[in-house]
């Protein structure tokens, strides 16, 4: 959601909410003069007290919108902060590993075999690095990019080797571990970096979260005019009732203090923005049998 429409709907219930009271304030004042000059209109009390009546169910329903509101604007900056701490950790972790491995190396004398699996080491939390920052220039680019229309045609399955390849090398997992399903000739509408980010995401999530031993399924198919991509995962699953939840900005399930797996809450909601800006839908599901989460992501086909 963008800044202006965030604070357009707290502003706008603000100004009703002023409006109401004044009118109430108003009413009431009319009407305790008219009493005290002995008026008896019946007709004018009715209608002011009706009047009145609409007014102060307009108040009450507006403060508990914000009430709401509120309440959304603190679990969003509950969110915002475990989001910096993440990045924090992120970005702290790997600088300290890198330093302790370069000072090490420069101080003493390192046998040859120490040195390369000190390089290797280190090549790791370089890729660490870069995928961090990666994921933050792409949510940067999707929420600062608005949707448009377009003709591009991308083929699903050579990307989605391609996207196999970088996940197996970053998580360093066996090549079985994510097994692919799809048509050599599958096209769909979209442009090939934003359905790259996508199933990236969605790939990388999968073997993160089955580790130590994943078992990733992705298979894809034509249903009508739409191309549906299935990724299934041998993980410990995401609860019914956060299912919609994941797809937020920030969200992460579990304890900030207790977490383990690292990440920046960032992921799938990079996955809804995409999706939906290429005219799609994505869901989160359960697997049928065993433990695991499926996600489902439905594009408009193409040829």
């Known amino acids: 959601m963008e800044p202006s429409r965030s604070l357009g709907w707290p502003i706008l219930l603000g100004v009703v909410l002023i409006v109401s009271l004044v009118a109430l304030t108003v009413g009431w004042v009319l009407v305790s003069i008219a009493a005290a000059l002995g008026w008896g209109n019946a007709a004018f009390y009715w209608a002011v007290l009706a009047v009145g009546a609409a007014l ?58 120490r040195q390369e699996e000190f390089h290797r080491f280190m090549l790791q939390d370089v890729e660490r690095l870069d995928g961090l920052i990666d994921h933050l220039l792409d949510a940067a680019r999707t929420l600062n990019r608005r949707p448009a229309a377009t003709d591009t045609v991308t083929t699903i399955a050579p990307l989605l080797e391609q996207v196999r390849s970088m996940v197996l090398q970053r998580h360093a997992v066996k090549e079985e571990s994510v097994r692919i399903e799809c048509d050599p000739e599958l096209k769909v509408r979209g442009r090939e970096a934003d359905i790259e980010i996508v199933f990236r995401n969605l790939l990388d ?79 989160a599901k359960g697997r049928l049998t065993g433990q695991g989460s499926v996600f489902e992501v439905e594009l408009p086909a193409a040829g």
Do not use: C, M, W
């Not at 403060?63 to 900056?77: E, Q």
């Not at 475990?82 to 004398?109: C, G, M, W």
């Not at 990733?216 to 191309?227: C, G, K, L, N, Q």
């Open 205 to 283: 999530n999968a073997v993160k979260y089955s580790l130590p031993e994943p078992r990733v399924e992705v298979t894809a198919a034509v249903e009508r005019s739409t191309v549906t991509v299935r990724v299934a995962d041998n993980g410990p699953g995401i609860p019914l009732s956060q299912r919609h939840a994941v797809f937020r900005r920030f969200v992460r399930l579990g304890s900030e203090l207790e977490r383990s797996t690292p990440g920046t809450g960032l992921g799938l909601f990079l996955v809804r923005s995409l999706v939906k800006q290429l005219r799609g839908k994505v869901t």
């Open 56 to 113: 102060l169910v307009t108040v009450l329903a507006g403060v508990i919108v914000y009430f709401a509101l509120s309440v959304k604007a603190i679990a969003l900056s509950q969110r915002q902060s475990n989001f910096i701490d993440s990045v924090t950790h992120e970005l702290k972790s790997p600088l300290a590993s890198l330093k302790l491995y370069l000072q090490t190396l420069t101080r003493r004398s390192v046998p040859v075999e």
